[in-house]
């Protein structure tokens, strides 16, 4: 069975300062990768996916992801956080080609520090 | 473009009354997805509609819950009779599917239901 994991459950990061958010994962093959962000009150946003090809994957806001098949790992990194950035992040992993099946980590809460 | 509409956003009722959840997904989608976030067990998959009709349950906890989706513009989710660990907040999210390949899922808001 497929599974995530995030293993920071809370992050707390300077305004200014770098992000790299963790996400491992268990398949049996190479998944679809995604990274969602939720913020207060909201639904969950896709930030970025990964489905082949170049490992670094840009997404939206100045995020990037970097699937590392050797670690079984899909990290999120921003360079630069801006407090708006403060939220709940998922990583979530779903069969190749498959449009629904997403399985999701338990997330990591970013607060931002001014 | 409106996204996908969820109603209510909150709900708050007695153990053992009946809940339903509704949704409209976005235009044209052709994929409906319903899922439930707790603290505990995160966010899960509890039903998809694919074209109106319900491809994968496996995620629906008990025959309490059901989902309908009489259309492509609306869908519920009825939890009869609610229980305390119910309480939880319910995404409904649609995708559309273009020729098998993976379409992003927009999220609802989310209905955030707390039984008493």
């Known amino acids: 069975a497929q599974s995530v994991t995030q293993p920071d459950i809370h992050i707390t990061v300077s305004e200014g300062a770098s992000l790299e958010l963790r996400c491992n994962y268990s398949y049996g093959a190479t998944p679809y990768l995604f990274w969602y962000v939720q913020s207060p009150g909201q639904g969950l946003q896709l930030l970025l996916k990964?489905?082949?090809?170049?490992?670094l994957v840009q997404g939206i806001k100045g995020f990037e992801a970097e699937f590392k098949r050797s670690q079984s790992s899909f990290n999120l990194r921003k360079p630069s956080v801006h407090w708006s950035d403060a939220a709940e992040y998922f990583c979530?992993?779903?069969?190749?080609?498959?449009?629904?099946?997403?399985?999701f980590g338990k997330g990591t809460l970013l607060t931002v520090n001014p | 473009d409106a996204g996908v509409i969820q109603s209510p956003r909150h709900e708050v009722t007695e153990m053992g009354q009946e809940v339903t959840l509704r949704c409209k997904p976005i235009?044209?989608?052709?994929?409906l997805f319903w899922y439930r976030q707790t603290m505990m067990r995160g966010l899960e998959l509890l039903i998809y509609f694919n074209n109106n009709v319900p491809i994968d349950d496996s995620g629906m906890p008990e025959d309490r819950f059901s989902a309908k989706m009489p259309n492509a513009s609306f869908s519920t989710l009825k939890i009869q009779p609610s229980e305390p660990r119910d309480s939880a907040v319910y995404f409904c999210a649609s995708s559309g599917l273009a020729g098998g390949r993976y379409n992003e899922q927009f999220f609802g808001p989310g209905t955030r239901l707390t039984v008493l």
């Open positions: 235009s044209g989608h052709n994929s």
């Open positions: 979530a992993v779903g069969p190749p080609g498959s449009n629904y099946k997403l399985t």
């Open positions: 990964y489905f082949s090809g170049d490992t």
